[in-house]
């Protein structure tokens, strides 16, 4: 669908007619990615990161988190109990850890890709050196939100990183010839609708293959713990919007909602998302990989997140689950 900024600003702001633009997505979804939901197994393997988000909870200056880093074999192994599971993408995630050099990926990657399963990697910024490299080596996908597209706010917010050289990463992943992931958050202090509107029309102009959109959680060890953050339901809206405009993608109904509502899911997945994934992480590594409070620590195994999915007339996907292009 064709929408432009003003068209896009005045659905954002109707609440009132909220519940109708869900159940347009939710048809949307239907009519151009069918009734699966394509689950991914996220693993977080490593809570180190070399920058200071002013909103991430496992920013570099939160000194009171216990840091962790799976090694290796830890990593390997719980991909692999992943992919027995079920699991038909693995999606590796964590913070801008360097101590995962090139070479230590791309053994990892090429001992993953063995258990028949697609990768995603969620790991930040890196060079066009290692992203070729990470591909070659089998990565599928890679997931790197772009957060705002003020880049005014992007700055203030991300201090010592550059918007243009995260926007340039994401333009070599994509002439990489992965399935590109990005996104953004709502609810970010000094966000506007306008800008939000911004976002998404961005990431259509960027061709995404898949748009996280999730609410900003304050996490009270950041500099932002005082913020309001975002609500469910604009970002519900947002996602919604997403959908409209990108029939096709792939659209994960985020975890950051369901830290919102015990449903935050099952409600995305009726706004016209397609996508879970679920963490697949010991309860002790979930708990340490706290961006935002709330963020929910029970293990795939535990959750009825596939009893929930059924129970909305939805099927679980069989496939790897890529972005099937319509157009
Ligand atoms: N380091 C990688 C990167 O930069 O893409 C991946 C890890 S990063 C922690 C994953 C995402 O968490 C970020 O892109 C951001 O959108 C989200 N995030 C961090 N803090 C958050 C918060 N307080 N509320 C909601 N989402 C948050």
Not at 142 to 152: A, C, P, Q, W
Request: net charge neutral.
């Amino acid at each position: 669908m064709i929408l432009n900024k003003k068209e896009i600003i005045r659905i954002l702001s109707d609440e009132r007619r909220e519940q109708q633009l869900w159940q347009k997505a939710n048809k949307v979804r239907q009519e151009n990615v069918g009734d699966d939901v394509h689950l991914r197994g996220l693993i977080e393997f490593s809570n180190i990161c070399r920058n200071n988000c002013m909103y991430c909870g496992i920013r570099k200056d939160n000194k009171t988190i216990c840091r962790y880093r799976m090694s290796e074999e830890e990593l390997i192994s719980t991909a692999e109990k992943a992919a027995q599971m079920g699991f038909k993408t693995i999606v590796m995630q964590s913070g801008e850890d360097m101590y995962y050099n090139k070479e230590r990926l791309c053994r990892i990657i090429e001992k993953i890709k063995k258990f028949d399963v697609a990768i995603t990697l969620s790991i930040g910024e890196r060079t066009y050196e290692e992203y070729k490299a990470f591909r070659e080596a089998g990565a599928d996908r890679y997931l790197m939100r772009i957060e705002t597209t003020d880049k005014d706010l992007y700055h203030k917010l991300d201090p010592n990183m550059s918007w243009q050289h995260r926007y340039e990463c994401l333009l070599m992943i994509k002439e990489l010839g992965y399935e590109l992931g990005s996104g953004i958050m709502v609810g970010l202090p000094e966000q506007s609708i306008e800008s939000i509107a911004d976002d998404l029309l961005f990431l259509k102009d960027i061709s995404v293959d898949m748009a996280g959109i999730g609410p900003f959680i304050p996490h009270p060890q950041t500099p932002l713990a005082k913020e309001t953050g975002g609500t469910l339901e604009l970002s519900l809206r947002t996602m919604a919007v997403m959908r409209l405009l990108m029939p096709d993608i792939n659209i994960p109904a985020t975890t950051a909602m369901e830290s919102l509502h015990p449903q935050g899911r099952i409600k995305a997945l009726q706004a016209g998302a397609n996508v879970v994934m679920p963490n697949v992480n010991s309860v002790e590594y979930m708990k340490l990989y706290e961006l935002y409070p709330h963020k929910p620590t029970q293990g795939f195994s535990q959750s009825d997140i596939v009893k929930k999915i059924e129970s909305i007339g939805r099927c679980i996907g069989k496939g790897y689950g890529a972005h099937q292009r319509k157009n």
